[in-house]
T-cell receptor, first 114, second 116 residues
Framework: DSGVTQTPKHLITATGQRVTLRCSPR?????VYWYQQSLDQGLQFLIQ???????AKGNILERFSAQQFPDLHSELNLSSLELGDSALYFC?????????????FGPGTRLTVL | AQSVTQLDSQVPVFEEAPVELRCNYS??????LFWYVQYPNQGLQLLLK??????LVESINGFEAEFNKSQTSFHLRKPSVHISDTAEYFC??????????????FGGGTRVLVKP
């Protein structure tokens, strides 16, 4: 158990809908990261937050947004869902914002868009 | 920009045989290198990491990896595998702090299937 929790574990929804994925980092960690794992794209970095502020952005679609709250939990919002958004979404956390911080991964949320 | 190439997408191996998973990276800055393992239907677990110092790093379950700067490689090895090592292994790099924060760039993964 990494100490990072993600809810829900599974999510099935229809095209055009909006969903919210939630992540709680390990106790004391200030950074939260979101990654997408799909069969065709592999593991891709989406976005990083550090202590409530956006720190780095990857290939995140405009339909996707995220935020980190004062209690350090984070939410990833996916809207106008398409079939291609079906993937495993991982959250990870680390203690710092830059430098060689080890990232601890949650169990993931499997999103299926029908 | 950083990139990681894992040369083998699948590696079948017999139990108690050695295994090597190859990883090459590309980066314009100093890097930190990681191997993660993903067991079926689970998240990613850190196997080992190279941050600085000795170029040979070891994990608690018998894996080792060697950082080779001249060949830009970070190959993972285990002298004798067990059935329980069946999993997917990902090589990752970070280091471009200014441009990319602390993000990890992953290779495509190598699926290891250990046969009895």
């Amino acid at each position: 158990d990494s100490g990072v929790t993600q809810t829900p574990k599974h999510l099935i929804t229809a095209t055009g809908q909006r969903v919210t994925l939630r992540c709680s980092p390990r106790s004391g960690d200030l950074s939260v990261y979101w990654y997408q794992q799909s069969l065709d794209q592999g593991l891709q970095f989406l976005i990083q937050y550090y202590n409530g502020e956006e720190r780095a952005k990857g290939n995140i679609l405009e339909r996707f947004s995220a935020q980190q709250f004062p209690d350090l939990h984070s939410e990833l919002n996916l809207s106008s869902l398409e079939l291609g958004d079906s993937a495993l979404y991982f959250c990870a956390s680390s203690s710092g914002g830059t430098g060689p911080n080890e990232q601890f991964f949650g169990p993931g949320t499997r999103l299926t868009v029908l | 920009a950083q990139s990681v190439t894992q040369l083998d997408s699948q590696v079948p191996v017999f139990e108690e045989a050695p295994v090597e998973l190859r990883c090459n990276y590309s980066s314009s800055v100093s890097v930190y290198l990681f191997w993660y393992v993903q067991y079926p239907n689970q998240g990613l677990q850190l196997l080992l990491k190279y941050l600085s110092g000795s170029t040979l790093v070891e994990s608690i379950n018998g894996f080792e990896a060697e950082f080779n700067k001249s060949q830009t490689s970070f190959h993972l090895r285990k002298p004798s595998v067990h059935i329980s090592d069946t999993a997917e292994y990902f090589c990752a790099v970070s280091g471009d702090w200014k441009a990319a924060g602390n993000k990890l760039t992953f290779g495509g993964g190598t699926r290891v299937l250990v046969k009895p």
